[in-house]
């Protein structure tokens, strides 16, 4: 993930549950045959293809700038605020009523939602860069974000399904979509998911982005059942980075694992999460924003990092599953400090600068990096077994 930053609450309560796990440990230069040694590699994009970019695709600025047109600030400002409230309070967007309000709510939120789902999609591909899937339903879509940020990340989706239960949301993605020369075709149904998703067509790529929060636990089980039935391929469920949504991410990948589904990204197995409470598994996306969305959120900053947790399911195994950085790694003239999600469990890996080629690389390291290939069993707690 690109341009991320240092999460200081996140970091500490890692650092803790590190030491509280023991999980430090030493990496040994690549030529200390003694010592188990594991590689990551810094995230680039792969080649042939760029990545996703984490920033609203121009088109949809676009789009977005002409509905703006005559749009009070203030009002919008204080629509976002009172739904950004509604939201912290536990509600969800049944608030969204009116087109103002739709707007407000693309304005204050789509650019950090399309960040976290382009950064899923990143990963993703790292994990399966042939990947080229068909066909998208996006469920809970409401402006259309997931589908936006899917069209960016594969080119060679064509068929796309949405499905909402907002009619003010499902309006709004209509009219961005307009004059998208991808996605003015689009399929919207609007009503609640689970019948939507009774009689809708599988897809290559099914995706929940930021909706599974908004429905009840057993509702979150039969969606998660509906949504795999509909799944040809991949599965992606994004939800906020907090460890409410990381709770509902690992009772869905439970949930899912059990019915036979294999986990491509985060996770580089199938196995029990290794993560202890109070920690829990979430990454940083930053983004840019726009000075409409700063004057609707009432701030100055010109940029904002999005927490966010995700996991991507496929059906068939992926080849290669390359431990992930959990965290941004600490970097000091002595030493790299990266803490690791490896296939056989969690870790601590501490790069000396003697080792100059591996300390140069892992300088490069960044919080939900993925990549190498791990050459040998290392300590801590393993994954091994898939989730009953
Ligand atoms: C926080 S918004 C996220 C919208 C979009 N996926 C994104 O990432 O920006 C949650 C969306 O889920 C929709 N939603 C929640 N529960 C739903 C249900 N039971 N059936 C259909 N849509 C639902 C809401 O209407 C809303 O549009």
């Avoid at 042939?48 to 970019?53: D, L």
């Avoid at 109070?278 to 010109?302: I, N, T, Y």
Wanted: net charge positive; with cysteine.
């Amino acid at each position: 993930m690109y341009g991320h930053r240092h999460c200081e609450r996140s970091e500490a309560i890692h650092l803790a549950a590190q030491r509280k796990n023991g999980l430090l440990r030493r990496f040994a230069p690549r030529n200390d045959a003694d010592r188990s040694v594991l590689y990551i590699q810094c995230r680039r994009p792969p080649t042939g293809r760029p990545n996703g970019r984490p920033d609203l695709p121009a088109e949809l600025k676009a789009a977005l700038d002409a509905r703006l047109e005559g749009l009070s600030r203030n009002a919008a400002a204080g629509r976002a605020a009172s739904m950004s409230r509604t939201y912290r309070d536990g509600g969800g967007s049944g608030a969204i009523k009116s087109e103002t309000d739709a707007l407000a709510y693309a304005l204050a939120r789509m650019p950090a939602t399309y960040a976290a789902v382009v950064a899923s999609f990143n990963a993703l591909h790292e994990i399966r860069p042939d990947f080229a899937p068909a066909s998208l339903l996006d469920v809970g879509a409401g402006p259309g974000t997931a589908t936006w940020a899917a069209t960016e990340a594969f080119s060679s989706l064509r068929h796309f399904i949405l499905l909402d239960a907002n009619d003010a949301l499902r309006s709004l993605a209509l009219d961005l979509t307009r004059k998208s020369a991808r996605l003015r075709g689009i399929t919207y149904e609007p009503g609640q998911a689970r019948s939507l998703l009774g009689h809708a067509d599988a897809a290559d790529v099914v995706i929940a982005s930021y909706m599974i929060g908004e429905i009840g636990d057993a509702e979150q089980k039969a969606l998660a059942e509906l949504m795999w039935a509909k799944t040809r391929d991949t599965l992606l469920i994004v939800e906020p980075g907090t460890p409410a949504g990381y709770a509902r991410i690992l009772a869905l990948r439970a949930q899912l694992i059990a019915a036979g589904a294999h986990v491509a990204a985060p996770c580089p197995h199938d196995g029990k999460c290794p993560l202890a409470s109070p920690d829990w598994c979430h990454f940083s996306q930053r983004l840019s924003r726009s000075r409409a969305h700063m004057q609707v959120k009432g701030v100055e900053l010109p940029f904002e990092d999005e927490k966010f947790a995700y996991v991507a399911l496929t059906r068939a195994p992926v080849a290669q599953r390359p431990a992930r950085v959990l965290a941004q790694p600490d970097v000091s003239k002595v030493e790299v400090t990266a803490k690791l999600c490896t296939p056989s469990g969690l870790a601590i890996e501490k790069v000396p600068r003697r080792a100059k080629a591996d300390y140069a690389r892992a300088r490069r390291w960044r919080w939900g990096d993925a990549g190498g290939e791990e050459k040998t069993p290392i300590s801590g707690r393993p994954g091994a077994g898939r989730d009953p």
